[in-house]
């Protein structure tokens, strides 16, 4: 059986147990014609780059598949018939990832390595001469001499 990863998108306005609603109902889609859905991963209501049926943000689900492409078709005929849905991308893929997808490993702004501080502690230009009014510093005056 092929392996797939499944992206939709619902409407903002339907609430977060009628998006699991609908992923079980489409699980059943996939189950009835041979297939299984091997993860479901909800990555909450994020803003879409732009505006898609008059809506500006939507509820993202992956699901990583391994069906026979019957069922997927079936599964995306479906999800076209259906208001709530926005869009969906279904990409076939060699292997299944395990791992949380990147969407779901979140980076802290802590994490990352401290950028030098504010650009007034730098210390004056050495670029340029020293301006008469400014000044002068034990850094620029050596560097004068």
Same mark, same amino acid.
């Given at each position: 059986?092929?392996? %797939?990863?499944?992206? $939709? ?10 998006? #699991?609603?609908?992923? #079980? ?8 014609? &041979? &297939?299984?859905?091997?993860?479901? #991963? %909800?990555?909450?209501? !994020?803003?879409?780059? %732009?505006?898609?049926? !008059?809506?500006?943000?939507?509820? %993202? ?18 999800? =076209?018939?259906?208001? /709530?849905? $926005? ?6 893929? #060699?292997?299944? +990832? +395990? ?6 490993? !979140?980076? *802290?702004?802590? *994490? =990352?390595?401290? @950028?030098?501080? /504010?650009?007034?502690? =730098?210390?004056?230009?050495? *670029?340029?001469?020293? @301006?008469?009014? +400014? ?6 005056? +050596?560097?004068?001499?």
């Amino acid at each position: 059986m092929a392996l %797939y990863e499944h992206v $939709l998108l619902a409407r903002q306005d339907v609430s977060a147990q009628q998006v #699991e609603a609908l992923v #079980e109902q489409f699980k059943g889609v996939i189950e009835a014609n &041979g &297939g299984a859905i091997r993860k479901v #991963e %909800y990555w909450g209501v !994020k803003s879409l780059g %732009y505006r898609i049926r !008059k809506n500006r943000k939507a509820h %993202y689900t992956l699901l990583n598949i391994e069906a026979p492409s019957a069922a997927v078709l079936e599964m995306e005929r479906q999800m =076209r018939i259906n208001e /709530d849905i $926005l869009r969906f991308l279904t990409v076939k893929v #060699e292997e299944l +990832e +395990e791992a949380p997808s990147a969407m779901l490993q !979140k980076r *802290d702004r802590d *994490d =990352r390595p401290e @950028r030098g501080g /504010d650009r007034f502690d =730098r210390g004056p230009r050495r *670029d340029r001469p020293r @301006r008469e009014d +400014e000044p002068a510093t034990t850094e620029t005056a +050596e560097a004068e001499a």
